[in-house]
């Protein structure tokens, strides 16, 4: 009986250190640090399994996938206006978000997972006015990060 709960015991640690992976929060704003209608952080860098939360901080937004800009194996989403989402990111590689009310004011993020399998596959989307300006800078700053290491 005791060894079985001790056997018992170590599945349960298992299990507990697997489900460990991280859940990092994305708020929108009407109005953020670097403007307005904003993703906040707009570059989100995760590990595979993470799950990223965007949080309805003002109302009026939501996050999707931007069409064809996610690894080819991976599911789009996408989250109510007004509502949080949380998206568990198994799929490596770079993920294009939109908030569909304001996209045209380049309300974009980009969420990076691993290792950007991906990259020149998502930097090839077509993206109009101001998402493309904004998502652009999103490219540069993940280009920045991954040469300063
Ligand atoms: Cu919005």
Redesign the pocket.
Known sequence: MRKTILAMAAVLTALVGTACAAEVEVK?LNRGAEGV?IFEPALIKVAPGDTVKFVATDK???AETIKGMLPADAVPFAGKSGEDVAVTFDKPGVYGVK?L??YGMG?VAMVVVGTPTNLDEARAIPLAGKAKQVMAGLFDKLAAQTAAK
């Open positions: 929108m209608m009026g937004h939501n908030c009310p304001h309300m």
